[in-house]
């Protein structure tokens, strides 16, 4: 299977008055059709970042690419201009974001936005645009009758109005899906259900999946491969199976261990430290000052992602020393 | 020996006005005859999702809302017959740790000033003594007198929820209500709060009224809980046992709803269709059987009362105890939205 | 610096000296001097404030005519037009028109701080207690705000002055008669929406009074948008001073006060066009500074990501 998205050693910075933050330092990451891969990490790990990178969405002139490339089948969206960009956007490449009342415009029907978004894209006619419109819905698993495209965003529920802006993303059948946290904000029941439209949108249209998120069990129900990140870079990548059972990357292991799933509250562990201002971050491996296993050459050098098994990847120096040890899911 | 909080039968409404007249108000049933007890030292659970009413509950033992009827009582002594200063003293006792760190800090006071604040409405301290009480505080929490002249905003959300504790305890109440206390921290940062909850609750014999809807945290903390659902509490026990043998089928939805982070533990994605419906027009008899896949005849007439389904086990169903929730009579409906 | 306490026995917690204590407060002005710095009309619009404040104390040494400043005529050089001895010209009186647009820089600085410093007392304070109680202390205030809302401010003031009498006394307080009402509205609004806060919230749980929950949450919070619209406000006091005046409605002649000697050249802004002039023109860059600065002013108080 050819890779559908790949991003390589995607580094990035953007001006604040502070100073310089070097949000991204070499993302490595491929995505390949018809798969949910899940971008994993807390909050300042540059997750959000990446992803909005891919559709040129992040602010100018404050922000800047200093490196690497993001190819999309085989072109690099990096190297395009303006219009080719935005060509794109919807059409090739959709997106969903975590707070649905803040990506739907409020005095606009819902019918309404989604048929703009097919008319600019795909050029159709207005009857064809409100026929499209339907079956975008439907797809994300909303009942398309007059009542739910003439009614506006505040009118709907959460998890209704999520599964509208997905409609909307689906509306231009592009083959990839960016979800920036799409089920933050949703509550637990509804969230599984979103889950599950994710998968078949998998299963049954084929839609490749970019799925940004912070809670690992979210990522291990619906991904078929995972990449952790930390710091703007990503430190370990593969099935999702491998990288939490048998996680080679020490901040996955904390990460890991730091789950309260099944375990007593004075059982939890924790990690030292905290996350690194990224205007002056550590050098060499950027996880180095909180890592229990850090070595000398951990100061200094960054470490290269290494390949592991045909598909599992890590980016650190200790872990390729070690056989492959990881603790992993608690049984 | 009494309770520490006993609610009994709390009902609260509020009305919503409609238009420009007074009269027709639809009335929103927040909580309706939610009862629950809390013993000294202990860690009991409200669990629930938007629109159960477990934030309306808690509320309500704070004084912030007002309770249409029931009774809350504290030490034995029942607040809601009591007027507002008297209430203000009882309360001193139960403290508040709120769910978003930095709104709940006002951001143009320092950190001194703000765990001074309670002990300046209620204590005659100052000076050296206000600042040594206070850099005490905040050592308990983990922060040191480097951080006393700062403001909210220069700290991350996890100190931020740190210094709120630090408040919290400064009247050395006995009861804290802590209100989603770690969903907005990420998973490093919930995990030391949940380990620094859990020193604070055994050094100064704190009871803790938390409310979550996150059940892995809640598990981990938790030893009593009641599940919530429309403003109705559905189920009580002891949290290990609720949540590993669920007797309610909401309950049992919502456990298998949680994604785990174990990829090869299957979770039930998709069991439950529907959204919560309205609180203004809650449904007939029991309020969960439209979306429920075990409802019989009888859960759309009558609204089934708690009763002991044995172990300090209370359920509100009316299903019998030994139904096997893992096999619901018919396949759940498609996941399409669906009328409530 | 910070010591721990050494025991109860004299041992003290010196928890950081005064510099300590307002660390916080230090860097954020540094912050926000930097980025009002970085308006550079802003910044202008200040610089030209500062003068003027210094132009107006130090009046007496810097004017090349103080008396006439002050009002003294010299009817032997009636309308002189500007020259090396009177740069700005004489007027129909023969007095140096500069030296009485120096002396004038006094009188609309010091009107619109008095007027400023009353508003700031009355408005926030009666908003913030009508926003934050809501109820009947709400509909009182708010009634009576909208009642006076309801008068064209000038028409009001005009008529205040009427009453008691034309001088830049009355005038001052006409001013801050009319305009105390917006305020009340602006801190009110704002109150409503901050009473929800969870902090004001864990406040009222913690058993902070009422009264102080106003004073250090409510008010310190509202602040901001006071600030910016108060400094825009300042320009349009300025405006409405000197309109008046030129209506002969507050400063009485001979006082040199901008508008009124505009109003005095006005017949003979033909010919002899420096009377009425410069000190319009004073006017207007004193006012559009304060419009300057209260927009730099903005930007420092509503931060954006900016480069």
Redesign the interface.
């Known amino acids: 299977m050819p890779d559908l998205l790949e991003i390589k050693d995607l580094t990035l910075q953007f001006n604040s008055l502070r100073g310089t933050v070097k949000a991204l330092d070499g993302v490595n990451l491929t995505v390949r059709e018809r798969e949910i891969i899940g971008l994993v990490g807390e909050s300042g790990c540059g997750k959000t970042i990446t992803g909005l990178s891919v559709l040129g969405l992040l602010p100018r002139p404050q922000t800047e690419v200093t490196g690497g490339q993001i190819l999309f089948r085989g072109d690099d969206l990096l190297a395009l201009g303006d219009r080719a960009v935005e060509d794109i956007r919807g059409r090739l490449v959709a997106m969903v974001f975590q707070d649905p009342l803040a990506s739907l415009n409020p005095v606009f029907t819902i019918g309404n936005q989604i048929s703009r978004v097919v008319r600019v894209n795909k050029g159709l006619s207005h009857a064809e645009a409100r026929e499209a419109t339907r079956q975008a819905l439907a797809s994300a698993g909303l009942r398309p009758d007059d009542e739910l495209l003439d009614s506006y965003p505040h009118q709907l529920s959460g998890g209704m109005r999520q599964r509208a802006c997905m409609a909307m993303a689906l509306s231009c059948d592009a083959p990839l899906l960016i979800a920036d946290e799409p089920t933050t904000a949703l509550d637990v029941t509804i969230q599984a259900q979103m889950l599950r439209l994710l998968l078949d949108l998998r299963d049954d249209l084929g839609i490749a999946q970019v799925l940004i998120t912070h809670n690992v069990g979210v990522a291990a129900q619906t991904c078929d491969r995972v990449a952790v990140m930390y710091a703007g870079t990503v430190v370990e990548q593969g099935l999702t199976a491998e990288v939490l059972k048998h996680p080679h990357h020490p901040y996955t292991m904390a990460l890991y261990d730091c789950l309260p799933q099944g375990k007593k509250a004075s059982e939890l562990h924790t990690i030292p430290g905290s996350v690194p201002d990224l205007i002056d971050p550590p050098d060499g491996c950027r996880f180095h000052p909180r890592c229990v296993h850090a070595m000398e050459v951990c100061e200094t050098v960054k470490p290269e992602p290494t390949r592991l098994t045909e598909e599992h990847w890590v980016a650190c120096h200790w872990a390729e020393q070690q056989p492959g040890a990881g603790e992993g899911v608690p049984a | 020996m009494t309770s520490l909080l006993s609610v009994q039968d709390l009902s609260v409404h509020f009305a919503v006005k409609r238009g420009l007249s007074r009269k027709s108000a639809d009335v929103v049933h927040a909580a309706d005859h939610v009862s629950f007890e809390i013993e000294h030292g202990q860690t009991f659970a409200l669990v629930g999702e938007s629109g159960s009413g477990k934030t309306t509950v808690a509320r309500a033992v704070l004084g912030l809302n007002t309770p249409t009827s029931g009774t809350i009582a504290f030490e034995g002594r029942d607040l809601t017959a009591l007027k507002r200063g008297a209430r203000r003293d009882a309360l001193r006792d139960v403290q508040v740790v709120f769910q978003d760190p930095y709104s709940s800090l006002s951001p143009r006071m320092t950190v001194h000033d703000v765990v001074a604040e309670p002990l300046r409405a209620h204590s005659r301290l100052d000076g050296r003594e206000l600042n040594a009480r206070i850099v005490a505080l905040l050592e308990m929490v983990g922060l040191g007198t480097q951080h006393l002249w700062r403001r909210p905003h220069e700290f991350s959300g996890g100190q931020c929820q740190r210094i709120a504790v630090a408040r919290a305890l400064a009247l050395e109440p006995k009861l804290v209500i802590l209100d989603e206390p770690t969903s907005a921290l990420d998973v490093s940062v919930q995990a030391r709060m949940l380990v620094l909850l859990e020193e604070l609750q055994e050094r100064l014999e704190l009871a803790y009224l938390f409310i979550a809807h996150d059940l892995a945290v809640v598990e981990s903390v938790a030893d009593q809980v009641a599940v919530m659902y429309l403003g109705q509490i559905v189920e009580t026990g002891a949290a290990e046992a609720v949540l590993h043998a669920p007797r309610h089928p909401y309950t049992h939805a919502l456990i298998a709803s949680v994604p785990s982070p174990d990829p090869e533990r299957r979770s039930e994605l998709g069991v439950i269709t529907g959204e919560v419906p309205s609180a203004i027009r809650p449904p007939s008899g029991c309020r969960f059987h439209p979306r429920c896949p075990f409802r019989m005849e009888i859960c759309d007439r009558v609204e089934p009362e708690p009763h002991d389904a044995g172990g300090g086990r209370l359920v509100a169903c009316h299903l019998p105890d030994d139904v096997d929730l893992d096999a619901p009579p018919e396949p759940p409906a498609a996941v399409t939205e669906e009328d409530a | 610096m ?1 010591t ?2 050494a025991g109860r026995s004299g041992g ?2 010196a ?2 000296d005064w510099r ?5 407060t230090f860097t ?1 002005t540094r ?1 926000n001097v ?2 009002f710095f970085r308006d550079r009309l802003a910044v202008i619009g200040l610089v030209w404030i500062v003068l003027m404040v210094v132009v107006a104390v130090a009046a007496p040494w810097i004017a090349p005519y103080p008396d006439q400043g002050r009002g003294a005529s010299d009817l032997q050089s009636r309308f002189e037009a500007p020259s090396a001895s009177h740069p700005f010209g004489t007027d129909n009186q023969g007095r140096d028109v500069l030296s009485r647009v120096i002396f004038g820089a006094r009188i609309p600085l010091v009107i619109s701080s008095v007027v400023a410093a009353a508003v700031l007392l009355i408005g926030p304070l009666l908003g913030g207690l009508a926003g934050y109680y809501g109820g009947w202390a709400d509909e009182v205030i708010m009634r009576i705000t909208d009642i006076f809302l309801a008068f064209p401010a000038l028409v009001l003031a005009m008529a205040m002055v009427a009453i008691l009498g034309p001088n830049l006394r009355n005038l001052a307080l006409a001013i801050v008669v009319t305009w105390w009402p917006w305020y009340t509205r602006l801190v009110r609004g704002m109150a409503v929406s901050l009473r929800e ?3 004001v ?9 009422d009264e ?1 929950i106003v004073l ?2 409510i008010l ?2 509202a ?1 901001g948008p006071v600030v910016v619209q108060i400094t825009l406000d300042i320009g349009t006091v300025i405006l409405e001073v000197a309109g008046l005046s030129f209506l002969g409605l507050g400063a009485k002649p001979p006082t040199p006060e901008w508008g009124l000697m505009v109003s005095e050249g006005v017949e003979y802004v033909l010919e002899q066009w420096w009377i009425s002039v410069f000190p319009g023109l004073a006017i207007f860059l004193l006012v559009l500074a304060f419009n300057l600065v209260g927009d730099g002013l903005r930007d420092v108080l509503d931060p954006r ?3």
Request: proline share 8%; charged share 30%.
């Open positions: 910070a721990p306490a003290t917690i928890i950081g300590e204590r307002h660390q916080s954020e912050h930097r980025v806060r969870p902090y919230e864990a406040a009222k749980v913690m058993g902070v009074r102080r250090r949450h310190p919070n602040f990501m900016k480069r």
